[in-house]
């Protein structure tokens, strides 16, 4: 091929690339008020890391982790013999660290692979890499008395280190790529990660134990309110960045206040008082229709003077009223508004103190029960509690976040209304 022809194919190149560049600028807003700048300045930025591989990949393997686990402690009720509700609760309970284990080796696979594919690397390479880095990772500790040591040894930590694992891989596996192309580059990158792992693991530098400690604190809050107001911001911060904040979550958070749920639940079977504020069906009165708070969002833009937003809300009020809310954070969309991300997050935090000093004074009833949050707000904190004052909390905490949502989307309205 001649030279001519090679930049003819550039310059044609280019000239295909500049409108698409220019169209991405067109549909930023235009205008110089606050809201139009400020997403001119930070929605390409937010863009940019929420189309990242990593993010994407994290986004989709996530839930399939957490799935793991639902899965793994639905199997005990076929595999522990029935005797009596404490014994299965006390099983739950000591089933939650082996479920996490398992899907701290779920999400290995399934990140690997995913990252694999958006990044067009080998998948089995990367794959067995991550898997050697995670099993290196661990405490020689961990393999002494067989599964229930590793299970233990993982605690928490298992899914973050999986994450952090399959992170490392892929960027041994680029560098080595860069530098000896595909093939020797995947093999280089990878026997290097894992000898770096090896030289940790004989300095006794564990991964895994490392970020078990860093962050061991949230979990140590137990039963307080800043454990209740710190969980609900981390999961709506999360979730703004494009990431399923309860899967994220889950693997430290949910053994802690599961176990207290069963602690409530066998002081209502004893007719002794309730001992715990803060457990797993406590978060239904702080996200009335999920993540942020959004049921109130939803019903605020019914009255829309924006057609889109209208329909919109019309599209989603029944996913909200049973708590199911990916619709409108990816749909509206809430992930990476900078309008609307600040009662996102504000909307939870403020229902937190509500719902802490309610409890703790004893105005309401304690959550008994777990209770599934797809049920439809107050009809799941009423099977929660057995309390019909706790639905008088649901409905102040509804006209609280609206209070906070409601100057916002006039708000954001606006800048719809002139981008139309």
Same mark, same amino acid.
């Given at each position: 091929?001649?030279?001519?022809?090679?930049?003819?194919?550039?310059?044609?190149?280019?000239?295909?690339?500049?409108?698409?560049?220019?169209?991405?600028?067109?549909?930023?807003?235009?205008?110089?008020?606050?809201?139009?700048?400020?997403?001119?300045?930070?929605?390409?930025?937010?863009?940019?890391?929420?189309?990242?591989?990593?993010?994407?990949?994290?986004?989709?393997?996530?839930?399939?982790?957490?799935?793991?686990?639902?899965?793994?402690?639905?199997?005990?009720?076929?595999?522990?013999?029935?005797?009596?509700?404490?014994?299965?609760?006390?099983?739950?309970?000591?089933?939650?660290?082996?479920?996490?284990?398992?899907?701290?080796?779920?999400?290995?696979?399934?990140?690997?692979?995913?990252?694999?594919?958006?990044?067009?690397?080998?998948?089995?390479?990367?794959?067995?890499?991550?898997?050697?880095?995670?099993?290196?990772?661990?405490?020689?500790?961990? /393999?002494?008395?067989?599964?229930?040591?590793?299970?233990?040894?993982?605690?928490?930590?298992?899914?973050?280190?999986?994450?952090?694992?399959?992170?490392?891989?892929?960027?041994?596996?680029?560098?080595?790529?860069?530098?000896?192309?595909?093939?020797?580059?995947?093999?280089?990158?990878?026997?290097?990660?894992?000898?770096?792992?090896?030289?940790?693991?004989?300095?006794?530098?564990?991964?895994?134990?490392?970020?078990?400690?860093?962050?061991?604190?949230?979990?140590?809050?137990?039963?307080?309110?800043?454990?209740?107001?710190?969980?609900?911001?981390?999961?709506?911060?999360?979730?703004?960045?494009?990431?399923?904040?309860?899967?994220?979550?889950?693997?430290?958070?949910?053994?802690?206040?599961?176990?207290?749920?069963?602690?409530?639940?066998?002081?209502?079977?004893?007719?002794?008082?309730?001992?715990?504020?803060?457990?797993?069906?406590?978060?239904?009165?702080?996200?009335?229709?999920?993540?942020?708070?959004?049921?109130?969002?939803?019903?605020?833009?019914?009255?829309?003077?924006?057609?889109?937003?209208?329909?919109?809300?019309?599209?989603?009020?029944?996913?909200?009223?049973?708590?199911?809310?990916?619709?409108?954070?990816?749909?509206?969309?809430?992930? /990476?508004?900078?309008?609307?991300?600040?009662?996102?997050?504000?909307?939870?935090?403020?229902?937190?103190?509500?719902?802490?000093?309610?409890?703790?004074?004893?105005?309401?009833?304690?959550?008994?029960? /777990?209770?599934?949050?797809?049920?439809?707000?107050?009809?799941?904190?009423?099977?929660?509690?057995?309390?019909?004052?706790?639905?008088?909390?649901?409905?102040?905490?509804?006209?609280?976040?609206?209070?906070?949502?409601?100057?916002?989307?006039?708000?954001?309205?606006?800048?719809?209304?002139?981008?139309?």
């Amino acid at each position: 091929m001649s030279p001519s022809s090679v930049e003819s194919k550039r310059s044609s190149a280019g000239s295909e690339a500049r409108p698409a560049a220019a169209a991405v600028e067109l549909a930023l807003p235009t205008g110089n008020g606050f809201v139009a700048r400020l997403e001119r300045a930070v929605a390409p930025y937010a863009h940019r890391f929420a189309e990242g591989a990593a993010v994407q990949a994290l986004r989709e393997s996530l839930p399939i982790a957490f799935g793991v686990v639902v899965l793994y402690l639905i199997a005990l009720r076929w595999t522990v013999p029935f005797v009596d509700w404490p014994t299965y609760r006390a099983a739950v309970r000591d089933g939650i660290g082996p479920g996490f284990a398992l899907a701290s080796l779920v999400m290995t696979i399934v990140l690997s692979l995913r990252l694999a594919l958006r990044l067009h690397y080998a998948v089995a390479p990367m794959i067995l890499f991550a898997l050697a880095v995670f099993w290196i990772a661990m405490p020689r500790e961990a /393999y002494a008395t067989g599964w229930s040591a590793f299970a233990e040894t993982l605690g928490a930590s298992g899914l973050f280190t999986a994450i952090l694992v399959c992170l490392a891989t892929a960027g041994a596996v680029g560098y080595g790529r860069r530098r000896f192309g595909p093939g020797r580059g995947d093999l280089a990158g990878g026997v290097a990660l894992c000898a770096f792992a090896g030289l940790l693991n004989l300095a006794h530098f564990s991964i895994a134990g490392s970020i078990a400690a860093a962050i061991a604190p949230l979990a140590t809050l137990g039963d307080s309110f800043v454990a209740l107001a710190l969980i609900a911001a981390i999961e709506a911060m999360l979730w703004l960045v494009g990431i399923h904040g309860p899967a994220m979550l889950a693997a430290l958070v949910f053994p802690v206040y599961l176990n207290l749920q069963l602690q409530n639940t066998a002081a209502q079977a004893h007719h002794d008082a309730i001992p715990h504020v803060v457990v797993v069906s406590t978060f239904l009165f702080v996200f009335p229709g999920g993540a942020g708070a959004t049921l109130p969002l939803v019903a605020l833009l019914l009255r829309s003077r924006v057609p889109r937003l209208r329909k919109f809300a019309y599209a989603t009020i029944l996913p909200s009223l049973i708590n199911v809310n990916e619709p409108v954070i990816f749909g509206l969309p809430l992930a /990476y508004n900078p309008v609307l991300a600040v009662p996102f997050v504000l909307a939870p935090v403020v229902l937190s103190c509500t719902t802490y000093a309610a409890m703790a004074l004893n105005l309401v009833g304690r959550p008994l029960f /777990y209770v599934p949050s797809t049920l439809p707000a107050f009809v799941n904190v009423f099977l929660a509690t057995l309390d019909w004052r706790d639905c008088v909390l649901v409905a102040v905490n509804l006209v609280l976040a609206a209070a906070i949502w409601l100057p916002f989307v006039r708000v954001y309205e606006r800048a719809e209304a002139a981008r139309a």
